[in-house]
Each structure stands twice: as C-alpha cells, then as structure tokens.
C-alpha cells in the first residue's frame, strides 16, 4: 500500500515538475536571444512542395549569422531536396563557405490521411524526430505548416523541458491561409515562440478566437 | 504572336485542357498547355485554329510564363504567385470537382483583391469573351526582408 502511494505520488510529482518546465520554457522564450552568443543553428522544416518553395524564400533573407542550416524533408518527397540544394548552392556563392545538411524523416501525414492514422504516423515520425533533434541541438527550428513539423517542435519543446538546451520555435502560416489557421498552426500556436500569420485578416480573426493579443509576444507580419 | 498559357501544376485537370482546345481562340494564336498528371496531351495538329504545344512536366516553367500574354492556371498557390509573380494577366479556373480544398482561399482573396479573374470550367469560355484584363491590379510581392528584420532583432543577432 505504502508503495503504491509513493508510486502515485512520484508519477503525480513527475507530472507536477513536467508543466511548471513546460510553463517555464514557453514563458521565457521571447526573452532568449541566442545571437548574442554568435551564430544559429537553424533546422528548418521544409516539408513538402509549395511549403518548401515558401520557407526557401524565407531563409533567402536570413544573413551568414543563421549557420549551420539543417534542412528536413518528408522521405517521400522527391522534389524538395533538388530545390533545396539549388538554393544553397546559390548562396555559397555570395557566403565564403556554407553549411548545410538534408535529412529524411517518415511524413507524419499524407494528404488526405485520415485523422486516426495520422495520430499513428506522427508517433511515428517522432520516434525519428527524437533523436534528429537531440543529436543537433539546434537554436531554432523554423517552419511553416506541413504535418511534418509537429514531432520536431515537440522534440524542440523536449529538449527545453530536460533543460538540455532551449530551442527556439518560430512558425509562419503559409500565404494560402487566408481566413483560418491550418491544423498545425493551431497546434502549434500555444507552444511556439514566434508565431507569424501573413494575411491581416486571419491575424484579425484568429486573435479573437485565440482571445490574445497580437502584440504581446506573437507576431504578423504581411 | 499573342500566346496563352495554360499551367495544372502537379494536379490533373483534364476538364480545363478539353474546354481550352475545343473552343475557338478569341485572338490567340498560340497555346501553350502544361497538362500535369491529367490523361489528355493534345497532339500538336489536334486544334486547327490556333498553334498549340504540350507537355507535362518542365523543370522551369518561368521561360513559358514570360512570354504568355495572359496565363490560364488552376487554383494552386505555387501556380498562381508564380504567374502573378511573372506579372502576367491571371485567369484562374477553378476545378469544382475537388471539394475542400484549402487553396481556393488565396485565389478567393486574390480575386476580392482584384489580383487576378476567376472562374469554372462551365464559365470558361463566357469569362474568356467578357473579361476586362485592364481592370487587374498588380500583386505586390512580399517582404521576406520584414521577417528576416524582425527575427535578428528578437534573437539579438548583430
């Protein structure tokens, strides 16, 4: 008996310690600046076609300062690694030498998959995400929407929570999100960051549903 | 020679390629047809009216943009902002054939915006005969810079 309640009272305590961090974590991260130290490791989610077309033009902007870049695609995509590599190639051009590695997780959803199973898959890519995300340590992790995304962020938040190493995390909802946050940016929102949307009015509309303000610690731009 | 060009992306959509060589050309005397996926790849001497080429896939199809003077595309995001990109007329087709599906909304918001003119496979050809292209307005592109700015700020890069 007297074992079973210090079971419980570990596991509750485990659980207790576990949500102050989390709360600890995702507080302070607006006022964590790892440029000061130099430069940024970023690992960027690029996902899956027009995702990786976007957060490209994204990263285009992003001085030398945000090096090493650690690019994830989807296992089943094709076309994002040929893009990528084009886009680095031209940026070693104008950088005296750049860094940049591509890794492969399972998609943790389909297009068109059904809620249940993506459940399954995303534990899935976790299980990858996990150790990707330990072993790199980046600052920051940046992304803009496919499913992909969510194990990573998760890892990210992970890594905070163990007080390993606080992991920035930084969304921004893809222009075609005009009127409604995707799924993944809703799951996302209380757990990022900086979180940025690119339409004036899903900024006006999700801050009323979100019942935050804007110019708090999340931000829009257009 | 005034050219049309017609883009799916990745999708299929043989619906707009059957409504775009079938009718008659309404001043255009070349057509381009990127056909995607779709079943149909019109043979060069399957339309009489007008030049017609096709293909399905190109690594780049910014070289056919530049020289179209008015772009036909589905609704796809990457396809519009490219075309609007290209700062080229935009007529976008919607398939009403998909359901649910979320890239509607930006080429909803850039046709409230007046960005581009936007119709249905039934409505093609009425569009095509009414459509006033003067009345568009340019599309902006975006600032990435903006984001690149605010980040080194928040992150306390120097």
């Known amino acids: 008996m007297v074992v079973l309640l210090g079971a419980v009272f570990a596991v509750v305590f485990i659980c207790l310690l576990f949500f102050i961090r989390l709360y600890i974590v995702v507080k302070t991260g ?3 600046k790892p440029g000061n130290k130099g430069q940024i490791a970023v690992l960027v989610v690029a996902g899956s076609g027009g995702h990786t077309t976007e957060v490209l033009r994204l990263m285009e902007c992003l001085s030398a300062a945000y090096t090493p870049r650690h690019y994830v695609i989807a296992d089943t995509d ?3 690694e040929e893009k990528i590599c084009t886009f680095e190639n031209s ?3 104008s950088d005296s030498e750049s860094q940049f590695t ?3 997780i399972p998609r943790s959803r389909e297009v068109h998959q059904s809620w249940n199973s993506s459940v399954v898959s995303t534990l899935n890519a976790l299980r990858y995400s996990l150790p990707l995300v330990f ?3 980046p600052d920051m992790v940046l992304c803009n929407g496919p499913g992909t995304c969510i194990p990573l962020c998760v890892a990210g938040l992970l890594l905070g929570i163990l007080g390993m190493k606080k992991v920035l995390l930084v969304y921004v909802e893809s222009i075609c999100r005009v009127q409604t946050l995707s799924l993944t940016g809703k799951i996302l929102y209380p757990i990022s960051d900086y979180f940025f949307v690119q339409w004036s009015s899903l900024r006006d509309s999700f801050f009323k549903y979100a ?7 999340k931000n829009t731009f257009l | 020679m005034k050219t049309v060009f017609v883009t799916v992306g990745t999708t299929k959509f043989d619906e707009l390629i059957e409504n775009v060589t079938s009718k008659e050309a309404h001043g255009y005397e070349r057509l381009v047809l990127q056909v995607g996926r779709g079943s149909l790849l019109p043979t060069v001497d399957s339309c009489l009216h007008i030049r017609l080429e096709a293909f399905r896939f190109k690594d780049s199809i910014a070289e056919d943009m530049k020289q179209a003077d008015l772009i036909i595309s589905h609704a796809g995001a990457g396809s519009c902002l490219e075309a609007l990109g290209a700062g080229k007329p935009l007529l976008v087709v919607v398939n009403d054939k998909l359901m649910d599906n979320h890239q509607l909304e930006l080429a909803a918001q850039l046709h409230m915006d007046s960005h581009l003119l936007y119709c249905t496979c039934s409505t093609l050809i009425q569009t095509l ?3 006033d292209l003067s009345a568009l307005q340019p599309f ?3 600032q990435p810079r903006k984001f690149a700015t605010f980040l080194d700020k928040a992150l306390g890069v120097r």
Request: charged fraction near 30%; include cysteine.
């Open chain 1, 135 to 137: 072993r790199l340590r």
């Open chain 1, 78 to 80: 094709r076309m994002s």
């Open chain 1, 91 to 93: 940026k070693q051009c």
């Open chain 2, 129 to 131: 005969r009414s459509m």
């Open chain 1, 102 to 104: 591509i890794h492969r």
């Open chain 1, 30 to 32: 607006a006022k964590y």
């Open chain 1, 211 to 217: 019942g935050k303000d804007g110019s708090t610690c």
């Open chain 2, 140 to 142: 902006l592109p975006g």
